[in-house]
């Protein structure tokens, strides 16, 4: 089955710590990763995916195939960063693609 | 460009009561997803519409849930009836193709179902 486990709920770290948000997942094909992220009140939003191997924010993901992780990761942290983090991984079957997603992280930057 | 436009932004009903959701995408956007996230999870794929075709809507509970996007653009979402597991925060995004193009959210409606 092809699914995304993002094992941690909560997330704390102070300003200027490093910061490292887990997801693995689990596919048969090629993957196809993603980092959503939603900040308070505002939408869900698109951070980064693998395939453009982009630095957003400060913030980057390498795919580890041997690991099957895409961990998401930044040297140090801001404020701003506060917010819940969403793994996806884009599933190609009969046809369709689509996302499928973790359950989320909160990481919480404390001053 | 104007965002993925939802309404209503909150609603609560009773048990056994219908509801319907209303989605705009953003203009050109072929592609429209509705999403299922309940407290504590992560976006669930309910349907996926082509312009005005369904695509995907393996996860939806058809003997309930019904969605359509007539003309391509806007589309609807409803629950009848309305169960007390159908709480939750109901997403429609939209993106210019399926697949790895960006996907771009509204701002969700929140059911409470009672």
């Known amino acids: 089955a092809q699914r995304v486990t993002q094992p941690e709920k909560l997330l704390s770290v102070f300003k200027g710590a490093p910061v490292e948000l887990k997801c693995n997942y689990s596919?048969?094909?090629?993957?196809?990763l993603f980092w959503y992220v939603q900040y308070s009140r505002q939408r869900l939003q698109l951070l980064l995916r693998?395939?453009s191997r982009e630095s957003i924010k400060g913030f980057t993901a390498d795919l580890n195939k041997g690991e099957t992780s895409f961990h998401l990761k930044k040297p140090f942290a801001q404020e701003e960063d506060s917010a819940m983090y969403y793994c996806a991984l884009n599933r190609v079957a009969g046809g369709s693609e689509k996302l499928v997603f973790g359950k989320g992280t909160k990481l919480t930057v404390n001053p | 460009e104007a965002g993925v436009a939802q309404s209503p932004r909150y609603k609560i009903i009773e048990k056994r009561q219908s509801v319907a959701f209303w989605c705009n995408p953003i203009?050109?956007?072929?592609?429209l997803y509705w999403y299922q996230q309940i407290l504590g999870q992560g976006p669930k794929l309910l349907i996926q519409f082509q312009n005005n075709g369904v695509v995907d809507d393996s996860q939806l509970p058809k003997d309930r849930f019904s969605a359509e996007r007539l003309k391509g653009v806007d589309s609807t979402l409803k629950i009848q009836p309305a169960k007390l597991e159908d709480s939750a925060v109901y997403l429609c995004?939209?993106?210019?193709?399926?697949?790895?193009?960006?996907?771009?959210f509204g701002p969700g409606t929140r059911l409470t179902v009672l």
């Open positions: 596919y048969s094909g090629s993957p196809e």
């Open positions: 203009s050109g956007h072929a592609t």
């Open positions: 995004a939209s993106s210019a193709r399926q697949g790895l193009d960006t996907q771009y």
């Open positions: 693998h395939i």
